[in-house]
């Protein structure tokens, strides 16, 4: 007698493939009532009060205490406790400050980008994520983003100057298995990954043969139990010169 095959088990839904959870510490946006005072042209002041980790996240969180606020933020590179941050129009140019996207110079590297004035944040949020300004134009800010797109957004539109935090994450090497299956554990996943082909007739649609071989094409009809490899695939194998 066969055994469920692994996206099966997944499919059924046991505490063996589910996330342990994120202990969320707090949103990481821009307050809405930052926005509005840099909209009336204010300049605001405000200091590192702590850097912190949030599972779940690569990149470390930041809190900001300015005048009568207090929210976190992505950390960029560069940052230290007790350093001050100066948010505004006419804030400088320096690593950590907030500014809106049209008091920014070209070619700076920038993060935690808003979408639309107000919404706190949309992109290059990621641990070693940044966008570059490339233009100021009459009908807006011109930002690459780390997608590789060029978009033009509204120049109130608040940003971070500096890049994203926890970099690299992924170039740190895992020496053993075990830390490769705690990082697979909190996010949910099974690790090791057994190949189909390795497995033995009754355990996977690819198992079993004297000579294995690679999967066959599934139709989109098939029963959840065939749906494994290529699903509905046009074509497969090598193209033909």
């Known amino acids: 007698m066969g055994v469920r095959i692994l996206v099966q088990r997944r499919g059924r839904g046991s505490p063996t493939f589910r996330s342990p959870g994120w202990r969320k510490i707090a949103p990481a946006r821009y307050p809405g009532e930052l926005a509005a005072l ?15 980790g949030e599972s779940a996240r690569f990149a470390p969180l930041v809190r900001i205490k300015a005048e009568n606020m207090e929210f976190y933020l992505p950390s960029v590179e560069g940052l230290i406790q007790g350093q001050e941050i100066v948010i505004g129009r006419r804030a400088p140019l320096k690593i950590g400050n907030i500014l809106p996207l049209g008091a920014i110079a070209e070619g700076l590297l920038i993060s935690n980008i808003e979408r639309t004035p107000g919404d706190g944040g949309k992109f290059a949020r990621s641990a070693g994520s940044y966008a570059t300004v490339l233009a100021q134009t009459d009908a807006g800010t011109i930002v690459h983003l780390p997608s590789g797109k060029s978009v033009t957004l509204d120049k109130r539109c608040l940003a971070t100057i500096g890049v994203i935090a926890g970099g690299g994450k992924n170039e740190k090497p895992k020496l053993k298995a075990g830390v490769a299956y705690k990082i697979a554990r909190a996010f949910g996943r099974k690790y090791p990954k057994v190949r189909g082909k390795a497995m033995y007739a009754a355990a996977h649609p690819h198992g079993g043969g004297a000579h294995p071989t690679g999967g066959r094409p599934v139709k989109k009809t098939a029963p959840p139990g065939q749906k494994v490899g290529f699903i509905g695939s046009r074509r497969t194998g090598r193209r033909k010169r």
């Open 38 to 52: 840099v909209a009336k042209g204010k300049t605001i002041k405000g200091v590192v009060a702590e850097i912190v």
